[in-house]
């Protein structure tokens, strides 16, 4: 009998299904095959969705981007992950097929699968293993940790609480960070930007934007050479007056208005609180941002100080910050 194909030549071909449900009567296991075929490139799609959505970030003012495009990528996407599927060796259906097929009869002349092993030679540092995650999983269990926190603060002294409320944000934080929307990257440095924002005297919606700008919406954050957020929201880079942790990584500098490519050295923090605390230290303490100190009542005037300071090589700097804050309406954002 002829193996069934999954979805046979088109991701939208709608009639899988029911081969896949009249195969089912007279051969299981090559059913199986199909389904966690269907399954693995279910599993490619949503992954090169979320590679799409990363990206989206630095088409927003692109002109080339519009509904129509997205719904054209999304098409290719789909058809792109079948396809990969059916050739590839990422062996997503093959481990799912071993699990699942067990218990199954064996069809007649089926050949004996191989056993797939799983770091059979010797065990591989969690450190360094590549796993598959998503921002729900990591949301979960972010969740789950900080209930079973919560759970043993119960009967403690105030000052206990506090330290345990203290320690759940610690871990919160140096979990894998996971913005999923621009308002959740907005919520979730909010607290800090309004405890910023009274040390400089500006709105906090402008430090949110520069952050924003920074980092990509937070999904853009240096890191460590163990894949570790250096937690550095503000782009302020190590040079020889810090002597605390540093990530290096290649970021985009403009050389006499022409941008290239540059490996820098960055400031890293243990929380996205102590960005904010080194920002606020760093403009306050240095004496070329005395000027933009001085114009904090005007966001616009305060970011143009800052650019013209030398706070970063982007000529467009400013603006790129002030557009962010006047269309997400950061302005809104008060104590």
Same mark, same amino acid.
């Given at each position: 009998?002829?193996?069934?194909?999954?979805?046979?030549?088109?991701?939208?071909?709608?009639? *899988?299904?029911?081969?896949?449900?009249?195969?089912?009567?007279?051969?299981?296991?090559?059913?199986?095959?199909?389904?966690?075929?269907?399954?693995?490139?279910?599993?490619?799609?949503?992954?090169?969705?979320?590679?799409?959505?990363?990206?989206?970030?630095?088409?927003?003012?692109?002109?080339?981007? *519009?509904?129509?495009?997205?719904?054209?990528?999304?098409?290719?996407?789909?058809?792109?992950?079948?396809?990969?599927?059916?050739?590839?060796?990422?062996?997503?259906?093959?481990?799912?097929? =071993?699990?699942? *097929?067990?218990?199954?009869?064996?069809?007649?002349?089926?050949?004996?699968?191989?056993?797939?092993?799983?770091?059979?030679?010797?065990?591989?540092?969690?450190?360094? =293993?590549?796993?598959?995650?998503?921002?729900?999983?990591?949301?979960?269990?972010?969740? =789950?940790?900080?209930?079973?926190?919560?759970?043993?603060?119960?009967?403690?002294?105030?000052?206990?609480?506090?330290? &345990?409320?203290?320690?759940?944000?610690?871990?919160?934080?140096?979990?894998?960070?996971?913005?999923?929307?621009?308002?959740?990257?907005?919520?979730?440095?909010?607290?800090? &930007?309004?405890?910023? *924002?009274?040390?400089?005297?500006?709105?906090?919606?402008?430090?949110?934007?520069?952050?924003?700008?920074?980092?990509?919406?937070?999904?853009?954050?240096?890191?460590?050479?163990?894949?570790?957020?250096?937690?550095?929201?503000?782009?302020?880079? &190590?040079?020889?007056?810090?002597?605390?942790?540093?990530?290096?990584?290649?970021?985009?500098?403009?050389?006499?208005?022409?941008?290239?490519?540059?490996?820098?050295?960055?400031?890293?923090?243990?929380?996205?609180?102590?960005?904010?605390?080194?920002?606020?230290?760093?403009?306050q303490s240095n004496p070329r941002y005395q000027n933009a100190l001085e114009k904090t009542e005007s966001p616009k005037e305060y970011l143009d100080e800052i650019q013209n300071s030398g706070y970063a090589t982007d000529p467009n700097y400013a603006d790129k910050i002030h557009s962010i804050f006047m269309r997400e309406q950061l302005f809104k954002i008060t104590d």
């Open positions: 009998m002829k193996p069934l194909e999954a979805s046979n030549n088109l991701y939208h071909d709608l009639n *899988s299904l029911n081969q896949l449900r009249m195969q089912s009567k007279t051969s299981q296991r090559e059913t199986l095959r199909a389904a966690v075929k269907e399954f693995e490139a279910y599993f490619l799609n949503l992954m090169l969705k979320n590679m799409r959505q990363a990206n989206k970030v630095f088409a927003e003012d692109n002109p080339l981007s *519009s509904n129509d495009v997205e719904f054209y990528n999304e098409m290719h996407d789909q058809q792109l992950a079948l396809e990969l599927s059916r050739s590839s060796k990422f062996g997503i259906g093959d481990l799912l097929f =071993q699990q699942l *097929s067990q218990h199954l009869p064996k069809d007649g002349g089926e050949k004996e699968t191989p056993t797939i092993k799983l770091a059979e030679k010797q065990p591989v540092n969690r450190s360094e =293993q590549a796993t598959f995650s998503s921002p729900y999983l990591i949301s979960a269990l972010k969740e =789950q940790k900080n209930k079973a926190i919560d759970n043993n603060n119960q009967g403690l002294s105030p000052e206990l609480h506090q330290t &345990a409320i203290s320690t759940k944000a610690d871990l919160t934080e140096k979990s894998e960070l996971a913005f999923n929307s621009k308002q959740d990257f907005i919520e979730s440095i909010k607290p800090y &930007a309004i405890e910023a *924002s009274k040390a400089l005297g500006i709105n906090p919606g402008v430090l949110i934007a520069q952050a924003a700008l920074e980092t990509g919406w937070g999904k853009f954050l240096p890191k460590d050479t163990k894949g570790n957020p250096s937690m550095n929201l503000f782009g302020i880079k &190590a040079d020889s007056r810090w002597d605390g942790n540093r990530v290096h990584t290649t970021t985009l500098e403009f050389i006499e208005g022409i941008p290239e490519k540059l490996t820098q050295a960055f400031r890293a923090y243990d929380s996205l609180k102590e960005s904010f605390e080194d920002y606020v230290d760093f403009i």
